[in-house]
């Protein structure tokens, strides 16, 4: 059980926080580098609790740093950006990426520019993302050794969907399978759905066995059940430091992605979706169907954006939101059409984390013994956190980044009986690796 001093202690990410010391650690998707024109305007960026600016310079190099300028706190985010840096609109100071104060045009000489520093944080760019690391240390560690981010970027999906709650809950959602067959499929009968479709086991037993370990990138969880015969059908997934996940919608030989659940600030996170386009999962294969071609209600594919605004929390936004009630459709719900009424995968899922609460009110929870995963961890987060704060032990995949090449998640069906973690690392050896596969000649 989560006591409510652990659960603050879990969920609040902000500066000299023991989890958002822990956060610091590492490299985090912040924005699409699509946001940032050059020599555009700069974007409101809340990133742990922090209000930021972002901006692409004159020569294309990303900019992200507090939005107060160091003179006297007027915002930067209203600053010009223009030759090679922003310039407060205020008394005309100027700031390169790297946060150096380059003009002072208001001081009389002889001006102290070179003792003037705005709070810039180190960032760069892959996969079609900025990327920023928000610790105090001169030197960055490496980015995480994602496979996905082994792909070519223009073999790269990414998806950005802020979602209003803590972080914590959003990525807990990821890791609970055993939701699966009510809030997602509750609707679905067996002998609806052909046998070799992907959902199939999970509606035949709606309450899976599991196998719930730590592992070097976070923690593992196996999901399994008899898939008839002699074979079993197994769905692995992963928490991976300190906000990511890798669920199994899509065939475990190919599904290549990561998902990052970034803590704005205490009561909102953006999802942050990295996909191998090439890889078979959910996303790239057609909507489900029933055995008589019907699509399964709820499984309505696609986005409704608001349009984004230059709020702090402002930036890709669902149109389905508290206020409407995610879309609720109380006659599917009660004809069954659609289980939870909701129609859209990842909206039953965004709407069940957000109805929560901002934060979660951990000492009224029950959990029960099909949530450990979530427990496992949260104490994993915990400890880490801790032995951070208390001796300085520097958390998994910081400098180890390569821990992180050895995730992957997905579904398969197998006869092999062996322990479940060593048929994983079977699994992953026979699996498709983007690093292996030869990169297109360029066109
Ligand atoms: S507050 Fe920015 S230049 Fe004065
Ligand atoms: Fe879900």
């Known amino acids: ?5 652990e659960g603050r ?77 922003i310039r407060c609109i205020y008394h005309g100071w100027k700031y390169d990426v790297a946060g150096n104060c380059i003009d002072m045009p208001s001081v009389p000489p002889p001006d102290f520019k070179q003792k003037v520093k705005a709070k810039a944080y180190h960032a760069v760019e892959r996969a079609g993302v900025v990327w920023v690391h928000m610790g ?60 070799d479709d992907p959902v199939f086991h999970t509606i035949t037993n709606r309450a899976p066995e599991y196998h719930v370990a ?17 074979s079993t059908y197994w769905r692995f997934a992963n928490f991976l430091f300190p906000f990511w996940s890798q669920v199994p919608a899509g065939e475990f030989a190919s599904h290549v992605h990561a998902r990052a659940w970034v803590p704005l600030d205490d009561g909102h996170t953006m999802f942050c979706f990295l996909r191998w386009k090439r890889g078979i999962s959910s996303q790239t294969q057609p909507q489900p169907a029933f055995k008589d071609g019907r699509p399964i209600g709820g499984t309505g594919r696609g986005y409704k954006f608001l349009p984004n605004t230059t709020d702090w929390l402002g930036r ?59 427990t496992r961890t949260r104490r994993r987060l915990l400890m880490a956190a801790r032995a951070l704060r208390d001796n300085n032990v520097l958390p998994p995949g910081v400098e180890d980044a390569e821990v992180f090449r050895r995730g992957r998640s997905g579904y398969f069906v197998s006869d092999d009986k062996s322990p479940w973690q060593e048929l994983y690392a079977r699994r992953l050896s026979a699996a498709v690796h983007p690093s292996s596969i030869p990169l297109r000649a360029a066109e």
């Open 1 to 5: 059980m989560t006591s409510a001093a």
């Open 9 to 85: 202690e879990l969920t609040q990410i902000g500066p000299g926080t023991v989890m958002g010391e822990l956060m610091r650690q590492y490299w985090i998707p912040a924005a699409q580098s699509a946001e940032l024109v050059r020599d555009g305007a700069p974007i409101r960026l809340m990133l742990l609790g922090e209000k930021l600016i972002a901006f692409r310079d004159s020569q294309g190099r990303v900019g992200v740093m507090d939005h107060r300028c160091p003179h006297r706190c007027a915002s930067l985010f209203l600053g010009r950006n223009e030759e090679g840096g």
């Open 136 to 195: 105090d240390k001169a030197e960055a560690p490496p980015l995480p050794a994602f496979e996905i981010l082994d792909v070519p970027d223009d073999e790269v999906s990414v998806t950005f969907i802020q979602r209003d709650c803590n972080y914590l809950q959003a990525i807990e959602g990821e890791i609970d399978t055993s939701h699966f067959g009510f809030l997602h499929a509750g609707h679905v009968h067996p002998e609806d759905v052909a046998e």
């Open 214 to 230: 730590d592992a070097p990138w976070g923690t593992q969880y196996a999901a399994y059940r008899s898939a008839g015969g002699d």
């Open 316 to 374: 890709f936004r669902l149109a389905a939101n508290e206020s409407n009630d995610w879309g609720m459709d109380r006659e599917a719900q009660s004809s069954n059409a659609i289980y939870s009424g909701i129609d859209g995968i990842h909206l039953q899922d965004q709407a069940i984390t957000e109805s929560m609460g901002s934060v979660t009110d951990h000492a009224f929870e029950h959990l029960a013994p099909s949530d450990q995963m979530i």
